[in-house]
C-alpha cells in the first residue's frame, strides 16, 4: 500500500516564479521555480519521501506530479504549497465565483509518493491537458 497524506494546499506568487515567468516557460528554471510541491518536514517524513523526489498531488479537479522540496516557512504540517503556474493549475477548481480569479486557497488534496515519474515541461502540459479538455468536449 502507497504512503499517502491528505493536506491543504494553497498557491500563491514566489520570488522564483515571477522570475523564471519572465523566462521562458518551457526551461529547467520555470520547472524548477514552480513544478514543485513545499511540504512540511514532518508530512515529507510521512510520505517517506526526500527533497527533491516526485510526489503526486491530487484532488476533486485533477493530479499532477511535482517535486516534493522543505516548505521554506512553517513549520505547518498538513499545509503543502505549489507556486501559481501550469502545476497548481491541475488541481486548483475552474470556478471564478464571479471574481475572475480561481481560489488558489484551502483545496484539499491527496499527495503520494511518485517513484520513477518525471514533472512535465509546463508546456507539454498545458497542451496535454487542453487536449484532453477538447477530447471530452
Known sequence: MTNSIEVNLISGRTV????????????????KACGICELDVADMKKL???PGQTVKVSSAYG??????????????PGLAFIPMGPWANQVISTEMY???????????VTIEPA???????????LQRTTLNLKQEA
Open 16 to 31: 522564483w516564479q515571477g522570475v523564471a515567468i519572465e523566462g521562458h516557460k518551457h526551461d529547467d528554471g520555470y520547472i
Open 48 to 50: 517517506h519521501v526526500f
Open 63 to 76: 493530479n499532477v506530479i511535482v517535486r516534493a522540496v522543505k516548505a521554506t516557512q512553517g513549520p505547518h
Open 98 to 108: 464571479s471574481t475572475g480569479m480561481p481560489s488558489f486557497k484551502g483545496v484539499q
Open 115 to 125: 517513484p520513477g515519474e518525471t514533472v512535465e515541461n509546463g508546456i507539454k502540459l
